[in-house]
């Protein structure tokens, strides 16, 4: 068997493979080492990240290549947008996604739309990290999951794995692409052991998953909500219901065949996305398939998302607000029509 | 740093009284949800103001409750300064549906408006220009209220401070501006991350005075808070104070504390302690003996107790709170 490592392990494998691969790579972010210029530290890190996922990375590279940053992220943020198109090749640390509020200018007017700008001159090899996801009792600031926000400014690309193998071949895939990346990490995610090979692999962006197979009904789900849909797929097995379950993995660019395909196979679809409804990821997934695949379904299409709230601080309120099994059960039994579905929710 | 020498100021017996009282509820405030916290009894991110009383109570002993206050992610020192109810407080931080935000927003975003104070706040560096903005509701409205805005060294980086303070300054805005510098932002030294040897000395960008106090002076920080807040009621506009102090515990509970020095921090839990430095002028001044003292210690620790009691046999929202309070109407 494949070693199993963490989801936060294999991110930091895969930092740590692109910085000795390429010493154009440097990392930046507030306390992504931690302790800067603490005599009794020198090259150990106070933090590693936040959640601890850079850790090490210091001592490996040294503070020139390991950079903590001042809490300034439309300093930083912009600083890594012209240090990518001049040569270096950034992974800057944006510590939770809720924070583009400080630093959106230079993420969406300066990074994202300099190629294009400027004739196709630039390239902004940038990749963003950043913590989302709600789940963890840290209220309306530090929950929130952005990604539909990113995916509808061109320029841009969004990556959402959800599983340790994934985040890691996806990351490195993320870090050596010229194009500037917002790549997510759930916050809940981070303990998660899954099998992770050694060494260098890369996950090719577009390319969607089919986590598990079925006949019955396609589940489309992002980031930590593919598990969502894992859990109430074995429930629905036992009823004699097979689901497959599609992780796009990255929003953009969006695989939008694979989805098709189990579309025109199952003929049902569900989205499972966490984040609010309202111009989600969601929503436009539903009317790609509205309009692509119109003749495939025998059903509605039909979304499972966060209302349209904040995110609630109150643990009984949080676990109102996110996507769970029993909700996706419940929503099934309305598309197959099966009421008895509902008793084992 | 120089023990910042100040005149004596007058204080009454009753406000000598009201700010030890603050004092002592925030030290023990912070050291009961520290506990609770360690053992595994709140959910969430706890930012503790433990060692850092006396900026809170230092300017809030003047303001009044249609005066405002912003604050941080490190915000309940400046939510019992400014008077908001404890066991709301308390109730809040578990996410429990008496607390002063009905549990919605936690510890990070405690909020009490009928207090003047504008929220706890998530985003470093969020309140720069929200105390701007009360302030010039104040100055629209001629009030005479103020409002004051805590922030932290690491907040001092962020662009909103330009933007505030700037603000603030060309509309002659009754704001007063109050660094409260721990030395460190985050696990970050403060001189590392900042281009300047002091916050107040960056008050020169924008004309306006600056002022550094000891933060772990009380009596220093009233006096410099009173200076700067009848300027900004006479309408001469906004003062920039910089605050000298230390938190006694992690950026956040769980933080293992490697890049503080054990030296600094062994003085700052000892001789410099806050609430020690003005319990020894109390009594030397004869403003109030030791059994007094004694005696607010006992109805305060008392006054936790109750308030741990109240959130724990409080309810929980009802699952239809979560989609309330989104809108006005909507």
Redesign the interface.
């Known amino acids: 068997m494949t070693r199993q490592i963490s989801f936060s392990a294999a991110l930091n494998e895969a930092m740590s493979i692109a910085m000795q691969k390429d010493e154009n790579v440097i990392l930046l972010g507030e306390d992504i080492a931690g302790g800067a210029a603490v005599d009794h530290l020198q090259d150990e890190d106070a933090w590693g990240g936040v959640m601890g996922v850079t850790q090490g990375l210091v001592t490996q590279f040294g503070r020139d290549r390991v950079l903590d940053t001042p809490i300034s992220e439309a300093g930083f943020i912009g600083a890594a947008v012209a240090a990518a198109s001049t040569g270096l090749r950034p992974i800057a640390e944006l510590m939770f996604n809720d924070f583009i509020g400080s630093c959106l200018d230079q993420v969406m007017n300066q990074g994202a739309k300099l190629r294009y700008m400027f004739g196709g001159k630039a390239e902004v090899p940038l990749t963003i990290r950043t913590i989302h996801g709600a789940g963890f009792r840290a209220a309306a600031q530090h929950s929130q999951s952005l990604y539909a926000l990113f995916t509808h400014i061109p320029g841009l690309k969004v990556v959402v794995p959800s599983t340790p193998y994934d985040a890691k071949g996806l990351l490195l895939s993320v870090i050596e692409d010229n194009d500037m990346v917002i790549f997510f990490e759930d916050k809940t995610l981070y303990n998660m052991k899954g099998e992770v090979p050694d060494g260098h692999y890369v996950i090719p962006l577009g390319q969607a998953e089919v986590k598990r197979e079925g006949k019955d009904l396609t589940i489309v789900a992002i980031g930590k909500q593919v598990h969502t849909a894992a859990k109430a797929a074995e429930q629905l097995a036992e009823k004699g219901i097979e689901t497959e379950i599609i992780d796009p993995r990255t929003l953009s660019p969006f695989d939008e065949d694979t989805v098709l395909e189990s579309v025109a196979k199952t003929n049902r679809l569900i989205i499972i996305d966490e984040a609010n409804p309202r111009c989600s990821i969601a929503r436009d997934i539903a009317a790609m398939v509205a309009d692509k695949g119109f003749d495939s379904l025998d059903a509605p299409i039909k979304t499972i998302t966060a209302p349209h709230t904040p995110v609630p601080f109150s643990p009984t309120l949080e676990d109102a607000y996110l996507p769970s099994p029993q909700k996706v059960i419940q929503i099934v039994s309305e598309l197959i029509g099966d009421d008895s579905l509902q008793a084992i929710s | 740093m120089e023990k910042t020498q100040v005149k004596q100021p007058m204080l009454s017996k009753d406000k000598a009284v009201w700010m030890y009282r603050k004092m002592v509820e925030i030290r023990r405030f912070e050291d009961k949800v520290h506990e609770l916290f360690s053992a595994g009894k709140l959910?969430?991110?706890i930012h503790l103001y433990a060692g850092e009383e006396a900026v809170a109570v230092g300017l809030c002993a003047h303001l009044r409750d249609d005066d405002y206050i912003t604050s941080t992610h490190r915000g309940h020192g400046h939510c019992i300064a400014k008077e908001c109810d404890i066991n709301g407080m308390m109730a809040e931080i578990y996410?429990?549906?008496t607390?002063l935000?009905k549990?919605?927003?936690?510890?990070?975003?405690i909020a009490d408006l009928e207090k003047g104070m504008l929220g706890a706040?998530?985003?470093?560096?969020g309140g720069y220009p929200l105390a701007s903005g009360a302030a010039l509701t104040a100055k629209i409205k001629k009030t005479d209220a103020v409002s004051v805005c805590f922030f932290g060294d690491?907040?001092n980086?962020?662009?909103?401070f330009h933007e505030g303070i700037n603000l603030a300054s060309i509309w002659n805005l009754p704001v007063v501006f109050v660094a409260e510098n721990n030395g460190y932002?985050?696990?970050?030294?403060f001189?590392?991350?900042?281009s300047c040897e002091n916050i107040a000395d960056r008050a020169k960008s924008y004309n306006i005075p600056g002022v550094i106090v000891d933060g772990k002076d009380v009596l220093a920080v009233y006096q410099a808070a009173q200076e700067a807040i009848d300027r900004a009621r006479r309408g001469e506009g906004p003062t920039l104070i910089e605050c000298k102090t230390y938190r006694n515990y992690g950026h956040f509970e769980g933080?293992?504390q490697?890049?503080k020095?054990e030296e600094e921090r062994k003085t700052h839990l000892g001789e410099k302690d806050a609430i020690q430095m003005f319990r020894t002028y109390l009594t030397e001044n004869d403003l109030l003996s030791d059994d007094e003292l004694n005696a607010v210690d006992k109805e305060v620790q008392q006054m936790i107790e109750d308030s741990v009691r109240f959130a724990e046999e409080s309810p929980?929202?009802a699952?239809e709170?979560?989609?309330t309070d989104?809108y006005v109407s909507y």
């Not at chain 2, 549990?103 to 975003?109: E, L, P, T, V, Y």
């Not at chain 2, 980086?157 to 909103?160: A, K």
């Not at chain 2, 932002?185 to 030294?189: F, L, N, Q, R």
């Not at chain 2, 001189?191 to 900042?194: L, P, V």
């Open positions: 959910p969430g991110f996410g429990k549906a607390g935000c549990g919605k927003g936690g510890s990070m975003h706040n998530g985003i470093v560096g690491g907040a980086n962020q662009g909103t932002a985050e696990a970050t030294p001189a590392y991350a900042s933080d293992a490697t890049y020095d929980y929202p699952e709170e979560l989609e989104v």
